[in-house]
């Protein structure tokens, strides 16, 4: 690790930090003033407000293992979009 253990070095390494800081703030404010990623994060997990997947978070491993036998579960593979989210936040950074 480097050694800035002087009194300017300090202050530039807090001022610089809390410019990170202001500047992660706007950041934020901007992406929750367009609302985007709300919305495509309340459609990514929509689902898990159905009253089957309420069940199977209060639910075990084991009963849940036991429902997918009975029930015949086979759930399709859905894309969650995790680039398309990634590249809408690196706009505001």
Known sequence: RRQSIDAVDLIAAHVG?????ARGLKAAEAMINDG??????QERYQDWSKPEALKMLG???EEIAQ?????????EPRSGNQEILENYVNRFV
């Open 59 to 61: 639910s075990s491993l």
């Open 67 to 75: 429902l997918v036998l009975e029930k015949n579960i086979n759930p």
């Open 36 to 41: 985007d990623l709300e919305a495509k994060l």
């Open 17 to 21: 930090a809390m410019d990170i800081c």
